[in-house]
């Protein structure tokens, strides 16, 4: 029993990595520019099909398709600040209407390039580290994690000590009177955009050997985020984080002991719960969204 | 001509194109003008609950409880199936009702996701529970409507210009229904509370009651919907009414308009049969949902207040026109 506590608080660890990656995007394009980006999950979706081109596909590095999908999902998120949410800056209706427009264009096309197939990334490693007979953490999972820390812990660095960091945290605030001392907004913009979505790419990317690659992957990722940015309230990092931490634990250790559609039904009622007690979210205020 | 005479002949000509209508399109395409008749429905309803500034995304589980309902009440108690309709509606007024209480606790973009939560909540109970839902196979062979005669014609419901028929009437008459509610006081309370929520609560008006009520009563149109298509198609499961449907009616209204009563129709009308119809016809099938998508992007970057805007240009200039004349004749 012990032993397979020790084995699901694993697999809960391995989840919030990659749903932290994912939220703590999201957050920051909210915060920054007030638009939830529906079209995250195929931002995620896009990360995963890079390791497919140029691991599984062109037999390259791991690492150098992580790198690749990283920055190509950050070019995209560009592309989606310059053409889409820059117009509709004032419209957060119409911005919403243009990620989901956006999120059927990148799934179109992925259908179309490779096929509505799920795709087989070979594994990068067949190592497990063994803490006993019974607790296994599979290599992959465990870049997966180390990904999160480091990737998480230098954008908090990125955000408190860098000049840029303060800018697009005040922009986050207040983003007239940001304007007002000077701070581009664009610029901002731009940044928070390329973030996010480089992080929901390098999250795709991380993940795709361990799942099933396909056109529709973003839908349960987008779904996990959304209640995770929900509890851990609208425009605080923090709050994600710490909320993947506790969505990913419930969620795995009831898949474990009873299924996986029990799970959805706590994991949404918990978010209900939470939205009932504090309807801004944990660490929400009520003034953001 | 008097506006009042131009306007009467405008309504007689709809209602004449609309009973004329089915007969000049293929079987396949019958079928679809039945379910765009019904999405009318949907989305003139969801409008009801926009009024009052709050965006759902729960509003097709609302519509499938009422489709579950009306489909188990004629299946496991035999309930003859108009009645059972009017059920549906009511059950899915009241399951309204009763999220209205943790759901009005929420505003703007948490209600947003708050209500995706409860419908995706009640959507995997009727996935997990096989009695009396079926589980994700659903309900199958529902009880279709009783045929009847009403003496110039005769309903024969496996043809679908009979539920067309059947659907015209139970819409158009849902439609007028919900235009009087938005022009009555209530309606424009339902305004008031979008607009100006302070000043409406310190002039006295309950707002979350009157959000409530749009609530509810957008539910019960919606479930009227849903038991509308239930008899129909005959099945339902759990993804007859998943998250994607939900965002289309979500654009429906928004490319549409949500400022006039037509709007979010004109919207689900038009983006319907280029969906469905044009570029089916074109030969786009996978290239389709590509399609989809940059039309709504155009439509929000280049139409921001969507399709309903263009129309009242039109009108404006239109009338505009006429009294230029009127002012160069006298």
Same mark, same amino acid.
């Given at each position: 029993?012990?032993?397979?506590?020790?084995?699901?608080?694993?697999?809960?660890?391995?989840?919030?990595?990659?749903?932290?990656?994912?939220?703590?995007?999201?957050? #920051?394009?909210?915060?920054?520019?007030? $638009? +939830?980006?529906? !079209?995250?999950?195929? @931002?995620?979706? &896009?990360? =995963?099909?890079?390791?497919?081109?140029?691991?599984?596909?062109?037999?390259?590095?791991?690492?150098?398709?992580?790198?690749?999908?990283?920055?190509?999902?950050?070019?995209?998120?560009?592309?989606?600040?310059?053409?889409?949410?820059?117009?509709?800056?004032?419209?957060?209706?119409?911005?919403?209407?243009?990620?989901?427009?956006?999120?059927?264009?990148?799934?179109?096309?992925?259908?179309?390039?490779?096929?509505?197939?799920?795709?087989?990334?070979?594994?990068?490693?067949?190592?497990?580290?063994?803490?006993?007979?019974?607790?296994? #953490?599979?290599?992959?999972?465990?870049? $997966? +994690?180390?990904? !999160?820390?480091?990737? @998480?812990?230098? &954008?908090? =660095?990125?955000?408190?000590?860098?000049?840029?960091?303060?800018?697009?945290?005040?922009?986050?605030?207040?983003?007239?009177?940001?304007?007002?001392?000077?701070?581009?907004?664009?610029?901002?913009?731009?940044?928070?955009?390329?973030?996010?979505?480089?992080?929901?790419?390098?999250?795709?990317?991380?993940?795709?050997?361990?799942?099933?690659?396909?056109?529709?992957?973003?839908?349960?990722?987008?779904?996990?985020?959304?209640?995770?940015?929900?509890?851990?309230?609208?425009?605080?990092?923090?709050?994600?984080?710490?909320?993947?931490?506790?969505?990913?634990?419930?969620?795995?250790?009831?898949?474990?002991?009873?299924?996986?559609?029990?799970?959805?039904?706590?994991?949404?009622?918990?978010?209900?719960?939470?939205?009932?007690?504090?309807?801004?979210?944990?660490?929400?205020?009520?003034?953001?969204? | 001509?008097?506006?009042?005479?131009?306007?009467?002949?405008?309504?007689?000509?709809?209602?004449?194109?609309?009973?004329?209508?089915?007969?000049?399109?293929?079987?396949?395409?019958?079928?679809?003008?039945?379910?765009?008749?019904?999405?009318?429905?949907?989305?003139?309803?969801?409008?009801?609950?926009?009024?009052?500034?709050?965006?759902?995304?729960?509003?097709?589980?609302?519509?499938?409880?009422?489709?579950?309902?009306?489909?188990?009440?004629?299946?496991?108690?035999?309930?003859?199936?108009?009645?059972?309709?009017?059920?549906?509606?009511?059950?899915?007024?009241?399951?309204?009702?009763?999220?209205?209480?943790?759901?009005?606790?929420?505003?703007?973009?948490?209600?947003?996701?708050?209500?995706?939560?409860?419908?995706?909540?009640?959507?995997?109970?009727?996935?997990?529970?096989?009695?009396?839902?079926?589980?994700?196979?659903?309900?199958?062979?529902?009880?279709?409507?009783?045929?009847?005669?009403?003496?110039?014609?005769?309903?024969?419901?496996?043809?679908?210009?009979?539920?067309?028929?059947?659907?015209?009437?139970?819409?158009?008459?849902?439609?007028?229904?919900?235009?009087?509610?938005?022009?009555?006081?209530?309606?424009?309370?339902?305004?008031?509370?979008?607009?100006?929520?302070?000043?409406?609560?310190?002039?006295?008006?309950?707002?979350?009651?009157?959000?409530?009520?749009?609530?509810?009563?957008?539910?019960?149109?919606?479930?009227?919907?849903?038991?509308?298509?239930?008899?129909?198609?005959?099945?339902?499961?759990?993804?007859?009414?998943?998250?994607?449907?939900?965002?289309?009616?979500?654009?429906?209204?928004?490319?549409?308009?949500?400022?006039?009563?037509?709007?979010?129709?004109?919207?689900?009308?038009?983006?319907?049969?280029?969906?469905?119809?044009?570029?089916?016809?074109?030969?786009?099938?996978?290239?389709?949902?590509?399609?989809?998508?940059?039309?709504?992007?155009?439509?929000?970057?280049?139409?921001?207040?969507?399709?309903?805007?263009?129309?009242?240009?039109?009108?404006?200039?239109?009338?505009?026109?006429?009294?230029?004349?009127?002012?160069?004749?006298?």
């Amino acid at each position: 029993m012990g032993e397979l506590l020790a084995q699901t608080a694993l697999n809960a660890l391995y989840a919030a990595s990659y749903l932290s990656l994912v939220a703590v995007g999201l957050v #920051l394009i909210f915060g920054v520019m007030g $638009v +939830i980006n529906f !079209a995250h999950g195929e @931002l995620f979706m &896009l990360g =995963a099909y890079g390791v497919v081109v140029f691991y599984a596909d062109l037999q390259l590095s791991f690492f150098f398709a992580i790198a690749i999908g990283l920055v190509f999902v950050g070019l995209v998120g560009l592309g989606m600040e310059r053409a889409l949410f820059r117009p509709l800056r004032d419209n957060p209706l119409g911005g919403l209407v243009a990620s989901i427009g956006f999120l059927m264009v990148l799934q179109a096309l992925a259908a179309m390039g490779f096929g509505v197939r799920m795709e087989h990334v070979p594994p990068v490693t067949q190592q497990v580290i063994s803490f006993s007979d019974k607790v296994h #953490l599979a290599v992959p999972r465990l870049y $997966v +994690i180390i990904a !999160a820390v480091v990737l @998480l812990t230098a &954008l908090w =660095a990125f955000l408190k000590k860098t000049q840029f960091g303060w800018a697009l945290r005040a922009s986050a605030q207040d983003p007239e009177a940001a304007a007002l001392q000077g701070i581009s907004i664009n610029q901002t913009s731009r940044i928070a955009m390329f973030i996010g979505a480089g992080l929901a790419g390098v999250a795709g990317a991380l993940t795709a050997p361990m799942v099933s690659v396909n056109p529709h992957m973003g839908h349960s990722v987008i779904v996990a985020a959304f209640i995770v940015i929900i509890v851990g309230g609208v425009g605080s990092l923090e709050g994600a984080v710490v909320a993947a931490v506790a969505y990913s634990l419930v969620h795995t250790f009831v898949t474990t002991f009873y299924d996986g559609v029990i799970a959805d039904i706590v994991g949404l009622s918990l978010m209900l719960v939470v939205l009932i007690v504090k309807p801004t979210g944990l660490f929400g205020t009520a003034d953001r969204a | 001509m008097p506006k009042a005479a131009t306007l009467s002949i405008a309504w007689l000509g709809l209602i004449v194109f609309l009973l004329a209508l089915p007969h000049g399109l293929s079987f396949s395409q019958q079928e679809i003008l039945v379910f765009l008749t019904i999405n009318v429905l949907l989305v003139a309803s969801y409008r009801l609950m926009t009024l009052t500034g709050e965006w759902s995304l729960g509003h097709v589980v609302i519509m499938g409880v009422g489709a579950y309902a009306s489909a188990l009440y004629a299946k496991q108690l035999g309930v003859f199936v108009p009645v059972s309709m009017l059920l549906g509606a009511v059950t899915a007024a009241l399951i309204a009702l009763a999220l209205s209480y943790p759901l009005f606790r929420m505003k703007g973009f948490y209600f947003l996701i708050g209500s995706f939560a409860a419908g995706e909540i009640i959507r995997l109970l009727w996935k997990r529970f096989r009695d009396p839902f079926g589980g994700p196979k659903g309900i199958k062979k529902i009880n279709p409507m009783p045929d009847f005669d009403i003496g110039f014609y005769s309903f024969d419901f496996f043809e679908p210009v009979s539920y067309y028929y059947f659907a015209l009437v139970v819409v158009g008459g849902s439609l007028w229904i919900l235009w009087r509610i938005e022009r009555s006081p209530v309606g424009l309370t339902f305004h008031a509370v979008h607009w100006q929520d302070k000043l409406a609560q310190s002039a006295g008006v309950n707002v979350r009651a009157y959000r409530t009520l749009a609530f509810v009563i957008a539910s019960g149109f919606a479930g009227l919907a849903g038991a509308l298509l239930a008899h129909y198609i005959g099945t339902i499961n759990p993804n007859s009414f998943d998250v994607e449907l939900m965002v289309f009616v979500l654009t429906w209204a928004i490319v549409g308009g949500t400022a006039t009563f037509y709007g979010p129709i004109l919207g689900c009308v038009v983006l319907s049969i280029l969906n469905e119809v044009v570029l089916r016809e074109l030969g786009f099938e996978q290239m389709r949902p590509l399609i989809y998508g940059l039309i709504l992007i155009c439509s929000v970057l280049f139409l921001p207040k969507g399709l309903e805007s263009v129309v009242q240009n039109y009108l404006r200039r239109r009338n505009g026109k006429a009294m230029a004349e009127k002012g160069s004749a006298a």
